[in-house]
């Protein structure tokens, strides 16, 4: 099982190609991110902000907001059981992230056509929003 997802997540039979990816997703292993749930065209999940993570301004260093978004991001967009990939992204950074702070996500897959998708995901601590990131994402073949 990969150390990313909690218990009990993305069981289903059609989810098996997300839960591989996020098993060799040494970067998102690296935060310490754990995705609470994985639906279709959809993803939750946490983490929280270390010591190491903070820049000299003392908040939440924002590559690490966006590796988690991002993750988020791959997991909603992979959910359909094609290879997707980030075609275009961007965040906006609305408000910090301190050291100790847990990070919610909720990636919803707003629109797909043909090959592509756009994927919204919110970043809040204590429900406060402090990012919004958008991702295209474009599936291609299986290698």
């Known amino acids: 099982m990969s150390p990313i997802l909690a218990p009990g997540v993305a069981t289903d039979p059609q989810l098996e190609h997300v839960r591989t990816m996020f098993e060799t997703d040494l970067a998102s292993q690296g935060i310490g991110m754990t995705i609470t749930h994985l639906g279709l065209g959809e993803a939750r999940g946490t983490f929280t902000i270390r010591p190491d993570m903070c820049n000299g301004h003392h908040t939440a260093q924002g590559g ?37 702070d847990v ?41």
Do not use: M
């Open 64 to 100: 690490y907001l966006f590796i988690f978004a991002d993750s988020l991001f791959a997991g909603a967009c992979n959910s359909h059981g094609e290879v997707a990939v980030a075609a275009q992204v961007g965040i906006h950074y609305l408000a910090p992230a301190f050291e100790g």
């Open 103 to 143: 990070v919610e996500g909720h990636a919803v897959e707003r629109r797909t056509w043909g090959r592509n998708g756009i994927t919204d995901v919110t970043l809040t601590v204590n429900g406060k929003v402090i990012a919004e990131f958008r991702g295209t994402s474009r599936t291609i073949p299986r290698r």
